[in-house]
């Protein structure tokens, strides 16, 4: 019924958004001596504000057209070069002679597209072949396509990289660190001729005992049998994966904005400023982040009470508990990969020492392959956008695929 209801309402608001969205457009088309009064102004900034706050189930497009190769900007094309029900395998194709090493991006699969990472792939771009993990949206894969849980996830990782071949360097921003590190175990236990050059984890929960977080408290603070009864719905018969179990897109956003709630009652009403006043260059700003805020996905019932479980709750892999399809992961196992770990000093989703506890796992890596950084003066989302990660951490990732080559 949850979903249900969500979308009722969704649907009974939609009329009103149009119909806003019309005035709107219609009092702004009017002459400056009606546009310009103050509290006509007021009233399209109000009108537009309610129209656009909503939420998206498609995609945004990466909209990555060109980029500097050398001194050079060269078109960039985007390819979808392998596919399974769940997920999708991005290249961005550029027109360079000159040899790249290969990058495989892993982008979280926590109720937001892939796009999310637009700015990583724009700065990886600038000296690299980028590919980047495009998880699809659970509630349009049918029931027939089975189940997607944590070890599924990891399979996925496993073919990608092998798909790619045997120069593949891994780089995981999030959640996704702890299936990347096990997918890089599994393959070089097995001695996998594909098995990563390098891995660089970015501000993931590799253990998240260390320095507790909100986000860690939540995960922790109810018995994974309330998750199961209180945060999973069934997909309606409207789509494509009716029936399926999903963790809703709509309450993980809820979720991440309680947490930050006067931030974004602040960025709402700075944005009804920018309307009345026309400040056309900060509102485009705010509206690019919150199209993309707002911008959606399901995720199978599986994958997130699995991850809750052995990630958040029971700490499986700092324990050496986790298994991979009923395996043993043993990072020990891993000797060729060189490890690059990334922290933001203010991150309160991934707190400093959650990701480089990673180092602790991976003793057969020698201490020269072995690298951490800790970005001072950002969040989560600094570690991997914006002018620091592009100044700052982006060289030093730079620099440790390169003497991985």
Request: proline share 5%; hydrophobic share 40%; glycine share 4%.
């Amino acid at each position: 019924m949850l979903y249900a209801m969500y979308q009722a309402r969704s649907d009974m608001l939609e009329p009103l958004r149009s119909f806003s969205q019309f005035v709107s457009q219609s009092l702004e088309s009017q002459e400056s001596a009606v546009t310009d009064n103050l509290m006509v102004r007021n009233v399209i900034a109000a009108c537009d504000l309610f129209a656009k706050a909503k939420l998206s189930y498609e995609s945004p497009p990466f909209a990555i057209d060109e980029v500097l190769d050398g001194n050079q900007l060269v078109p960039v094309t985007e390819e979808r070069v392998l596919s399974t029900p769940f997920a999708s395998l991005l290249k961005f194709r550029k027109e360079t002679i000159s040899h790249k090493p290969k990058v495989l991006v892993v982008a979280p699969l926590s109720g937001h597209y892939a796009t999310l990472l637009r700015a990583t792939v724009e700065t990886l771009l600038l000296d690299h072949e980028v590919y980047i993990t495009d998880w699809h949206n659970a509630r349009d894969v049918p029931l027939s396509a089975g189940r997607f849980g944590f070890d599924e996830y990891v399979e996925h990782l496993i073919r990608f990289i092998e798909f790619l071949g045997q120069d593949v360097h891994l780089l995981a921003v999030c959640q996704p660190c702890v299936q990347s590190l096990i997918a890089t175990a599994i393959m070089a236990e097995d001695q996998n001729p594909c098995q990563p050059r390098s891995l660089t984890l970015m501000a993931g929960p590799i253990d998240t005992r260390i320095n507790p977080t909100k986000v860690n408290e939540l995960a922790t603070g109810k018995p994974i049998d309330w998750f199961k009864s209180n945060l999973i719905a069934t997909v309606p018969a409207r789509y494509e994966g009716a029936g399926r179990r999903v963790y809703p897109g709509f309450m993980q956003l809820s979720a991440f904005m309680s947490m930050n709630l006067n931030r974004h009652i602040k960025a709402h009403a700075d944005m009804f400023g920018y309307i009345v006043f026309r400040e056309e260059e900060k509102l485009q700003a705010a509206r690019d982040f919150y199209d993309e805020y707002f911008a959606v996905l399901d995720l199978a019932e599986e994958f997130y009470i699995e991850t809750v479980d052995r990630v958040f709750q029971q700490h499986l892999l700092p324990q050496g508990k986790m298994t991979y399809f009923d395996r043993l992961v043993r990072p020990e196992k891993i000797k060729k990969t060189a490890l690059l770990t990334v922290e933001g000093e203010r991150d309160d989703i991934c707190a400093l020492g959650q990701t480089m506890a990673a180092h602790d796992l991976c003793t057969s890596i020698r201490p020269y392959k072995k690298k951490h950084h800790m970005q001072a003066g950002v969040g989560h989302y600094g570690v991997f956008s914006g002018g620091k990660w592009a100044r700052q951490v982006y060289p030093i990732v730079r620099n440790s695929i390169l003497m991985s080559e």
